[in-house]
């Protein structure tokens, strides 16, 4: 970690191994400043790590990452122990926060982290990276909640692209609060509601039997994505809503 | 090239299906979430600044003579709802027989060999811009304005809506399609270089959501 006038550099990294005899071993667990790491208890095969904010932020003028890679045969589970709250800071220009994973031939990685909340007039850009071997599994959700209670948001730039083979299956970008292109919270977009979110369920045995697109209420859809993964998107009133939608879609899922 | 064929192009009366399809607005009035003029201006502008900006691109990329194919499988990853998916090949194979018809062109010929289901429609909106001679700011021009001509129209139908003020919610928008057309041609010429990951990724959730609820309704005035 470094921390200058132009804020705190840090990356975080993570390596999932098979440990060859039923686990899985993570020979990095490497935390940084902010980006504290945890083993936690895991389950069967699967390792858990916990991502636990050291500090406040990211706020502007910080750049985190994350690199998690897990290797072939591997499993691992990440979480983190809070949300982590996008806030103003005393550097200039964007805050942000960089995440890429890469999940290995018969690996799987369930990216579960707690939701991303833009305080107002704070202006962070996200990238998520996901690429994965053809056989490689994936959960992945993330949650963006706009603005603390009775709050305005900040400025929030999420971009998400999942590769399977270096081909591109998922490319989406959000761009929300004040400064972002014109109807972002109108109804073609937002449409008021604070809370946004999407999970990916990569498989590889979606190719040959896709989900069916379904609707759940008002705000949701699960659908098949053009390759072999589901997609859930989902807008709320708020994050415990969302949280909610996502799960119960998730879980239906399997 | 003849400035002339834009306008052809771009025409509501270009026999390429568009009329058929309300662009997410007949689910966003059935919600309540377009309920007159002030709210279709705020869904057209949201339209416009994220399935309109990738159309746009996609579009100006193809006249770029940018691979279709990639430019296909870009559009498939920026489009998560099948609904949607499906409506912009049909609208793409239906603009695929309008545009051989209208400028004969070998590459036209061979992205309909590529994709007889049909190709996404911004995709072949770029190819059929640049048989017509036509440059990639005025296909970028061509895509940005029917994401947003087809949703005011559409509106006029859906809520018995004043034309007039129909017409005044495209013209107060057309600051903002200089400046997508604009930001679309700068992504394309990106792309030319760094590839797809280039263009925009503007994702509108609502639009993706509801457009998946319209799908499955029994009974719709508008295909999409």
Do not use: N
């Not at chain 1, 904010?53 to 072939?72: I, K, N, T």
């Not at chain 1, 053009?226 to 809503?241: E, F, I, S």
């Not at chain 2, 996609?58 to 003579?65: I, Q």
């Amino acid at each position: 970690m470094t921390a200058a006038a132009t804020g705190v550099r840090a990356t975080a990294r993570i390596v999932a191994r098979d440990d060859g005899r039923g686990g899985t071993s993570l020979p990095v667990l490497e935390g940084d400043g902010p980006l504290a790491l945890r083993r936690t208890r895991g389950s069967g095969d699967e390792a858990h790590v916990m991502l636990v904010g050291a500090m406040s932020g990211p706020l502007g003028g910080d750049h985190f990452a994350v690199r998690a890679g897990v290797e072939a045969g591997a499993r691992l589970r990440v979480g983190s122990a809070a949300a982590t709250i996008a806030l103003p800071g005393q550097a200039k220009g964007e805050a942000r926060y960089d995440v890429r994973l890469t999940v290995a031939d018969g690996a799987e990685l369930r990216w579960l982290p707690e939701q991303l909340i833009s305080a107002g007039g704070s202006d962070l850009r996200v990238t998520t990276h996901a690429d994965l071997a053809a056989t490689a599994r994936l959960v992945l959700r993330e949650e963006q909640v706009l603005g603390r209670v009775g709050e305005e948001p900040g400025r929030l730039v999420s971009r998400l692209v999942v590769r399977i083979e270096g081909r591109t299956l998922l490319d989406q970008e959000l761009d929300c609060g004040p400064g972002a292109p014109g109807g972002w919270d109108g109804p073609a977009v937002l449409g008021g509601h604070r809370a946004v979110g999407q999970a990916v369920v990569v498989r590889p045995e979606f190719e040959d039997r896709p989900v069916s697109a379904r609707v759940l209420g008002e705000g949701a859809a699960v659908v098949p994505l053009a390759g072999p993964a589901a997609l859930v998107t989902a807008v709320a009133p708020d994050a415990l809503r969302l949280r909610r939608v996502l799960d119960e879609a998730l879980k239906s899922l399997g | 090239m003849s400035r002339a064929a834009l306008l052809v192009l771009a025409d509501g009366r270009f026999p390429a299906g568009g009329h058929a399809h309300s662009g997410g607005a007949e689910a966003a009035v059935k919600a309540g979430r377009v309920t007159g003029a002030a709210s279709l201006e705020d869904f057209c502008r949201g339209r416009l600044h994220t399935a309109g900006r990738v159309s746009a691109a996609l579009a100006a990329a193809a006249v770029l003579g940018v691979d279709p194919v990639r430019l296909d499988a870009a559009a498939d990853a920026r489009t998560p709802s099948p609904a949607l998916r499906a409506t912009a090949r049909k609208l793409g194979r239906q603009l695929m027989r309008a545009a051989r018809a209208t400028w004969p062109s070998s590459e036209l010929d061979a992205l309909a060999r590529e994709f007889p289901k049909g190709a996404h429609q911004p995709v072949v909106l770029g190819l059929a811009a640049r048989a017509a001679g036509l440059g990639a700011l005025d296909a970028a021009y061509c895509a940005a304005y029917e994401s947003v001509s087809g949703p005011a129209s559409a509106t006029v139908r859906l809520l018995s809506l004043d034309p007039f003020d129909a017409t005044g919610v495209l013209a107060r928008l057309a600051p903002e399609l200089d400046l997508v057309a604009d930001q679309a041609v700068e992504a394309a010429r990106e792309c030319v270089d760094a590839g797809v990951d280039a263009l925009p990724a503007a994702s509108a959730p609502l639009l993706e959501i509801s457009a998946e609820a319209h799908a499955a309704w029994a009974v719709r005035l508008f295909a999409s």
